[in-house]
């Protein structure tokens, strides 16, 4: 590969929602830029971006691609993200380290779901921004009425810079507005044109008033002033084309070129870090691990220069770095190189404690920037190896996977004792699996997870039970009295004594709590630990010879049950706190859903932009496949939070169905 100075370096992610044709793009832009002799496609599986097992399979991209082109004398480092909302993780990736972005909106479906969620991550990250409108050569698409919605979405700062040349089949040209020698006979050409002037000339000064005089404004200058507004994002430019055809996408590279900012134009990642200096400051973004190629750190250059066999330093890990080998990749090809100039992105390979999100500097001239806001995982499942075998390297398989996706995340529940693995939807975590079978070799099965229901009571109650047994040689006795009252949520367990005149000897009390804590632990009605009550041991006998410790333990323990069956036993259950974003229109069909699971509708905020966010309040029982119903309730429209709140009562309706069930598990 030729040598780039950053000047000459374009960082520009795809984004779309699912399907509207970004790996297509990005294949057909390194195809027309010399990196690619023969096209691949998606139905073949052979795309240059979609090279995982698991994209191939499903026919979508599942993580960010780097595609670089070499065009002209520029180098265009595409970014192909996934459109599909479960790998989202992968698409901040990509923002952190963009310099700008190319929405790619499906002439077929026009503006969709995923389209509006990534112009408000494209605006989030103030990124500048052109649409590119694809799959022109479908039957049944009408460009101008896609230009109408996005303006209608987007706003009139959405311009068309190009038109198509034909319609359909006979889509054949991106006419350029603003470019000599193009067809300007074309049908609209003049008037869209006009249109593009107008917008062009309000976001500069001088040229508002060439234009209200009615003086001719060049091209070179309204190119001039529309490189600046696009840079400023004041004007995003719509472009045309199909990615299948290789229509429009040598204008798209051409347009990147001309008026997108270079990588030393473009904004640094935290604003409150300088690295306007020749001293290395460099972002890990995303990080891969291979059985066979090993860990690869992805890696976006902001100042000076990162060279392969170097020593650098890791801010975050107070670490010093050993980087081996660089690499510019190209899909999953690895390209060495000897170094990385500012602005540029490849990956380094084996760096021993290096993680997405550190930044990789000079110890001298330390920097670090702002980590990656990742999603929190809303769709949690228990995982468990599949055979025997599994259970050695079900852990660190499963925190490789974790290390390679922040969007993952590996806990355990105390109370349930198993390991949960949290994603963005539950085809995330499938994927996620497939990738640990195929890459480590270890087969990982998963479910909904179990609930952590408690046990209480609802009322005080008293019980005795003595335990007594003659087999020969000297028996076994203990006699103890307990009563149990109910404590307020989240007091847990006390136990106490008021034994008077010596009915329990001091040295078997501690027995008796400890039998208690046994049947707290093992519960009593259904297999869960019993929390919030207070349990006192008011009198009991023993006998001087037959009592011993196990005996006080035993009795405690049964005498701690028969108490809790006549104290009105209670189930508790985790309630969850939900926040729920969707199209105001879908607000009617989320609640009644919500209202389906036991909801309780906390308030409604409308967000001023189309979307309202419900709060809500609901027993995790019911939201353990919410990723999946509100997907199909709103047809991917909605995206929410949750996390626990806190315990309540079971309804007595669902009471006895439930423990009949916790029983039937049990045996
Ligand atoms: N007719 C037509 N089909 C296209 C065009 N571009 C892409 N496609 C098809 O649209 C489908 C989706 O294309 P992809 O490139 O995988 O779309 P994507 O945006 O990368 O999708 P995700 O990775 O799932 O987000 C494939 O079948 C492509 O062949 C186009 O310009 N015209
Ligand atoms: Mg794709």
Known sequence: MADFSSDSIRNVVFLSHSSAGKTILSESALHLSGGLTRLGTISDGNTTSD?????????????ASLIPCEWKSNKINIIDSPGYSDF?????????????????VSASSGVEVGTIQMWKLAEENQLPQFIFVNKLD???????????????????????????????????????LLKENQDSS??????????????IAETDDDLTLKYLEGEEISNNELLQALRAAVISRSIVPILVGSALNEVGVSELLDSISELMPSSSEAKIRSSDVETKTDSLSSFVFKTTADPFVGKLSYVRVYSGVLSSDSSVWNAKQSKNERVGQIYVMVGKEQKPVSQLVTGDIGAVAKMADTQTGDTLSVKENSVQFEDISFPDPIHKMAVFPKTKSDLDKITSSLNKIVEEDPSLNLSRNNDTLELLLGGLGDVHIDTSLEKIKRKFGVEIDSKFPKVAYKETV???????????????????????????EPLTRGSGFEFTDRVVGGSVPKEYIPSVEKGCNKAI????????????????????????????????????????????????????????????????????????DLNGKRAKILGMEPNGDGTTVINAEAPQAELLRYSMDLRSVTQGRGIFSMQFDHYEDVPAHLFQKLVDQMNEDST
Not at 51 to 63: D, T, V, W
Not at 187 to 196: C, I, N, R, S, V
Not at 561 to 571: E, G, H
Request: proline share 4%; glycine share 8%.
């Open 138 to 176: 479908r039957e049944n698409t009408d460009f101008n009425a896609v230009v109408d919605s996005i303006v209608e979405k987007f706003g009139r700062n959405c311009v068309p810079i190009q038109i198509p040349n034909g319609i359909e089949g006979d889509f054949t040209k991106a006419l350029n």
């Open 51 to 63: 090279h995982e097992p698991e994209e191939i399979k499903r026919q979508s991209s599942m993580q």
């Open 88 to 104: 989202r993780g992968e698409v901040m990736s990509a923002l952190s380290i963009a310099d700008s972005s190319v929405l790619v």
């Open 186 to 199: 074309a049908e609209d050409f003049a008037g869209a044109k006009e249109k593009l002037i107008e917008s």
């Open 521 to 592: 632990d093992n519960g009593v009605i259904s297999g869960f630990p019993v929390v919030d009550l207070k349990v006192t041991l008011y009198d009991g006998s023993f006998h001087p010879v037959d009592s011993s410790g196990i005996c006080f333990e035993i009795a405690g323990e049964h005498a701690f049950s028969d108490c809790v069956k006549q104290a009105n036993p209670v189930l508790l259950e985790p309630v969850m706190k939900i926040a729920v974003t969707v199209p105001d229109l879908d607000t009617g069909d989320v609640i009644s």
């Open 458 to 484: 609802g009322n005080s109650a008293k019980a005795e039970y003595r335990h007594k047994k003659q087999s020969g040689g000297h028996g076994q006795f203990a006699h103890v009295c307990l009563e149990i």
